[in-house]
C-alpha cells in the first residue's frame, strides 16, 4: 500500500473547513475556558452543539465542569446526516443523565422549534423567579458553544434568520458583548464558543477525521479510509456494497474493502494494485456527502465506563 509520510500528531491542531488553524496548545485552552466561563455567567441557558453522527467524539471532555449548573439543551447538529433510530439511543442516554437533546438541521431548519420549547422548560424555573420579582419579559439569554466544525455558524444563521437584529453593544464582565434579539423572546451572544475535543483519545481522533472536523493533511487518508471501510462494513454493509457494487464486505479488513473499492472506481494503477490515496478522497468525500446513508458512527455503549 502507498503511504504518505505519517503525521498522528492530531493533538495540537484542529481546523475549520475554511482551513484556519486551531492550535490548541495548553495556553489557547486555559483562555478559552477562561473567556467561556466568564461568557456563561452573562447568560441563562447554554446550548451545546454536539454532531449527531459522533455526538460522543465532538464533545468537550471539560465542558460539563465549565458549564456547572447553568441550564443546557443539547442541539445535535447535522442530524439529517445520521441514522434517526441511532440517534434516538443518544437521545434517550443523554436523558437518563437528566439532559434534554434536540436533533437539529440547521440547512433546512428542522428542530428549532422543538428546541426553543425545551430551552423554556428548562428555563421555566427562572421566569417564575422573575415573575415573582415582578419582572416581566426579560429576554432569556443564550450562548452557542461546541467544537470547530460542529455546526455552531449555521445554527446560529438559523436560529436567528433575517428577522434577527444586533441589540448593540452592551458591558459584559471584561469586554463589550454583541447581543442578537431572536424571535421567541431571546437574546444569543453572537460569538460562540470554540471548545477543542478531546483528542488525546484515539477512538475520538478517528472519528472526528471520518467527519472532516480534523484536516485531512493531519493523518494519513489511506489509514483512515480503511480504518472507515471496517467502519461502515459493520454498521451498513449494504449500503456499502450497494454505492460501490460490491458483492459482499463479509469478513474482509478495511485495506480489502478499500481495494474493491478503488477497482470499481478505475483507481487502478501499474501491476494491479490501486491508488491507495486517490481510492480514500472519494470515499472519504462521498461519506461525508452523505452518499453513503445516514449513519451514526458511535453508540452510547462505546462509551461506557467513561
Ligand atoms: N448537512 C448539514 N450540514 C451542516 C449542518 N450544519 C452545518 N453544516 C455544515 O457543516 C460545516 C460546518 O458548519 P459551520 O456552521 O461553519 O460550523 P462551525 O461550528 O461554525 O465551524 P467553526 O466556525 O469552524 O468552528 C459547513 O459545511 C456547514 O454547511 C446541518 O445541519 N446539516
Ligand atoms: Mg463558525
Not at 25 to 35: I, S, V
Not at 251 to 271: N, P, Q, S
Not at 273 to 299: C, M, P, Q
Request: glycine share 8%; aromatic share 6%; net charge positive.
Amino acid at each position: 500500500m502507498q503511504k504518505k509520510k505519517k503525521n498522528k500528531n492530531i493533538e495540537n491542531t484542529d481546523t475549520t473547513q475554511r482551513g484556519a488553524t486551531i492550535n490548541w496548545f495548553p495556553g489557547h485552552m486555559a483562555k478559552t475556558r477562561r473567556l467561556i466561563t466568564e461568557n456563561i455567567k452573562l447568560v441563562d441557558v447554554v446550548v451545546e452543539l454536539k454532531d449527531s453522527r459522533i455526538p460522543y467524539s465532538s464533545s468537550n471532555p471539560l465542558l460539563d465542569e465549565i458549564i456547572g449548573n447553568k441550564p443546557r439543551v443539547i442541539a445535535l447538529s447535522k442530524c439529517d446526516m445520521a441514522d434517526k433510530d441511532a440517534l434516538k439511543t443518544w437521545i434517550e442516554y443523554y436523558k437518563s443523565q437528566g439532559i434534554v437533546a434536540v436533533p437539529i438541521d440547521s440547512i433546512k431548519g428542522t428542530g428549532f422549534g422543538t428546541l426553543k420549547a425545551e430551552i423554556n422548560n428548562v428555563l421555566a424555573d427562572k421566569i417564575k423567579r422573575d415573575q415573582e420579582k415582578g419582572m416581566k419579559n426579560r429576554p432569556a439569554r443564550m450562548m452557542v458553544v461546541g467544537i470547530p466544525n460542529v455546526g455552531k455558524s449555521s445554527f446560529i444563521n438559523k436560529l436567528c434568520g433575517r428577522a434577527s437584529a444586533k441589540t448593540g453593544d452592551r458591558p459584559g464582565v471584561t469586554t463589550a458583548k454583541q447581543w442578537i434579539r431572536i424571535n421567541g423572546g431571546y437574546e444569543l451572544l453572537d460569538t460562540p464558543g470554540i471548545l477543542w475535543p478531546k483528542f488525546e483519545d484515539e477512538f475520538v481522533g478517528k472519528n472526528l477525521a471520518f467527519t472532516g472536523a480534523i484536516r485531512d493533511e493531519v493523518y494519513d487518508i489511506a489509514e483512515i479510509a480503511c480504518e472507515l471501510c471496517s467502519l461502515i462494513a459493520k454498521k451498513s454493509p449494504q449500503k456499502l456494497c450497494e454505492v460501490y457494487k460490491l458483492d459482499s464486505v463479509e469478513g474482509l479488513m478495511g485495506h480489502e474493502i478499500l481495494f474493491e473499492i478503488g477497482k470499481k472506481r478505475g483507481c487502478l494503477i501499474a501491476g494491479g494494485d490501486i491508488d491507495y490515496d486517490r481510492t480514500s478522497r472519494i470515499l472519504l468525500d462521498e461519506f461525508r456527502a452523505n452518499k453513503l446513508g445516514t449513519i451514526v458512527l458511535e453508540t452510547p455503549d462505546d462509551i461506557k465506563g467513561e
